[in-house]
T-cell receptor, first 110, second 114 residues
Framework: DAKTTQPPSMDCAEGRAANLPCNHSTISGNEYVYWYRQIHSQGPQYIIHGLKNNETNEMASLIITEDRKSSTLILPHATLRDTAVYYCIVRTQGAQKLVFGQGTRLTINP | DVKVTQSSRYLVKRTGEKVFLECVQDMDHENMFWYRQDPGLGLRLIYFSYDVKMKEKGDIPEGYSVSREKKERFSLILESASTNQTSMYLC?????????????FGPGTRLTVL
């Protein structure tokens, strides 16, 4: 699986959009971009995934650049409950395991 | 909503004890996984199962065994607990079908071995 690079930490004001970047310059054609988050002392939570088109669900939007070397997770109206570590993962659809890097610790401030 | 439950949130055991961690999912998922999570080491796969009575070793299976007698239940067994098995244990499940195989996690069991 390709390696990902994320900033170690970010801050965002409550009610604003939180934009979390991820670099995956070695991604191959059959690898998807997945995002998970982990709130303190809880299990990871699946957020969204995509291949090359932008994706949106009830939790977030995922923007993938045309060359697929980077992506951005957008939480449109961040709340205090969105404070968590966010993990960007690149994996093939057939891969069995998830490999979490260090992630981005996002803090939402009141 | 997908629900993955684990038998305990916190567990304290003594060295040499046999430890059972239970995981149950209610989404009829084919795949189930056991990971451990340690500071600085991220998530590491111990074992996974893609069907009843089927299992595959992950990256760190030593000291662990698993059991899957029913589709909804996946058990992790520490045959003789040791202090280096103190960790957060996470169970996950997913469909096997490509395009639907995102993994859903339980709340975790924080195991301390004294």
């Amino acid at each position: 699986d390709a390696k990902t690079t994320q900033p170690p930490s970010m801050d965002c004001a409550e009610g604003r959009a939180a934009n979390l970047p991820c670099n995956h310059s070695t991604i191959s054609g059959n690898e998807y971009v997945y995002w998970y988050r982990q709130i303190h002392s809880q299990g990871p939570q699946y957020i969204i995934h995509g291949l090359k088109n932008n994706e949106t669900n009830e939790m977030a939007s995922l923007i993938i650049t045309e060359d697929r070397k980077s992506s951005t997770l957008i939480l449109p109206h961040a709340t205090l409950r969105d404070t968590a570590v966010y993990y960007c993962i690149v994996r093939t659809q057939g891969a069995q395991k998830l490999v979490f890097g260090q992630g981005t610790r996002l803090t939402i401030n009141p | 909503d997908v629900k993955v439950t684990q038998s305990s949130r916190y567990l304290v055991k003594r060295t040499g004890e046999k430890v059972f961690l239970e995981c149950v999912q209610d989404m009829d998922h084919e795949n189930m996984f056991w990971y451990r999570q340690d500071p600085g080491l991220g998530l590491r796969l111990i074992y996974f199962s893609y069907d009843v009575k089927m299992k595959e070793k992950g990256d760190i299976p030593e000291g662990y065994s698993v059991s899957r007698e029913k589709k909804e239940r996946f058990s992790l067994i520490l045959e003789s607990a040791s202090t280096n098995q103190t960790s957060m244990y996470l169970c996950a499940s997913s469909f096997a079908q490509r395009g639907r195989n995102e993994q859903f996690f339980g709340p975790g069991t924080r195991l301390t071995v004294l």
